[in-house]
Structure formats: structure tokens, C-alpha cells
């Protein structure tokens, strides 16, 4: 099945020992092997200030998680553990793989708009207008345009 | 109605009077009459920069454009494009999902 990148974040009781957020991170590891996924990343962003209250406290343990599934039922199963988790107050999974491949193409689609434009602009005009463009002077443009031909 | 009276406009949030109702988005051209007032053209920020992904992680990127209580300012007072003005308002409603940025500040 395709493979599918997801953002997992989660708060803690700012309360929350060490021990116990590395179990925690320990659990969701093992329970995302065991359903064909995996954990890429793993920030724990330390205690912050939350924008709002959540569960009484204005405080929160920031873990962020980066992981790879084939399967639907691991994010299910992963949501599942968290709430049944006293210590963590607030998760979130965001599914990210479509972003990155529009981000992607987007990317291609300007290299190769600006691998294209060069060679237009030398094409017809072949004179002052792609001199003038580079700026830095007549010596180092050519050089720069031979250079990918070669 | 008073055309005159709407011009002298302060920067920043400022009540119903920011509505503009038409106009092209951003920095239109100058109004005819008196030139009491210039106006820069807004550009995107993000299309200068050249940004493909906004991520809603990084708050600090985010909070230029939301308003002290929390609101998404719009496209009109940014200038950012339609494009980005979307991952935009994505990025920010997930920030707030997770208590990176407020729906609304409380007092």
C-alpha cells in the first residue's frame, strides 16, 4: 500500500517526569513497528507555553513525532494509546505525504521553468539582453551558460 | 459616502471602516484627487521567498499574520497571494488545533 507521512504531536502534563514521556515515545515506537510503520523523527520540544488552556494547565510537555505508515489502522490504534494515556492532554496527527509531493512538483516545475528560460532568452536575442540580465559582466556569463551544456 | 474622511486610514486593525468594497486586492492604484497618501504595493511574502510548503509548526512565521485576538488577518491587509493566503490559513488552523496559536485570546 502506499507509504504515508505523518506529523504526530502531543502534549504532556507539564508535571510529567522524563521516564515517562520516553515510555510513552517508547510504546507508540513499538506499536507503529508492529503495524507496518515507522518512527523517522522524534523532538521533544521541551515545556512551552500553550496558546490556550488545555486540561487546567497553561503549560505543556511538547513531543513531536515524524512517522511513516502503510496502514490507516496504525494512526488509529497510535490516537487510541494517546487518549487512553493519562499524562498526555492533546494529540494531533496531520497526514502529510500529499503536501510534500505538491511541494515537490511545485519545486520540478520551477527548474524547469528556470533551466528552459536561459536558453530562450540566448536563442533569439543572442546579444545584450542576457549580458545585461547576469549583470556581473561579459566574462563570467558565458561561462556559467556553457557550463550545464558541457 | 465620505470618501475624504475614510482616506486618512490608520494602519493595523481598526474596526469596520478596513472593509473596502471593491478595488483590486492589496495596493490599487492611487484614488483620484488630492494625493494625500502613498501607498506601497504589497507583494506576497511568501512567493518572494519562494516558499512551497508553509509549515504550521513554525509559529513565528505564522504570527505576522494573525491578529492580536487571534484572528487570521486577510489578504487585503498582508498582501500575500491567494495561494499562499490558503496553505496560510491551513497552516494556522492546525497550529491552533494544537495549542501553538489561540482561536481566540482569552482575558
Known sequence: MADRLYDLIFICMPTTPEEEVAKIVGTLEQTASEHGGKVEKVEKWGTRKMAYRVAKQREGLYVYLALHSTEGNLIKELERRLKVTDAVIKYMTVRLDEEIKRQQKLVAHREHRARRRPRKAAGPGAGPAPAAASGAGPAPAPAAEQAPAS | ?107
Open chain 2, 1 to 107: 459616502m465620505s470618501e475624504q474622511q475614510s482616506i486618512p486610514r490608520p494602519s493595523g486593525p481598526s474596526g469596520p471602516r478596513e472593509g473596502r468594497p471593491s478595488g483590486p486586492g492589496g495596493g490599487g492604484p492611487p484614488r483620484r484627487g488630492k494625493r494625500q497618501y502613498f501607498r506601497k504595493k504589497k507583494v506576497c511574502r511568501f512567493c518572494v521567498e519562494k516558499v512551497d510548503f508553509i509549515d504550521y509548526k513554525k509559529v513565528e512565521m505564522l504570527q505576522p499574520f494573525v491578529q492580536e485576538r487571534g484572528k487570521i488577518l486577510p489578504r487585503r491587509m498582508t498582501g500575500t497571494c491567494s495561494k499562499h493566503q490558503r496553505w496560510l490559513g491551513v497552516a494556522i488552523k492546525r497550529a491552533r488545533n494544537i495549542a501553538l496559536l489561540p482561536f481566540a485570546t482569552e482575558l
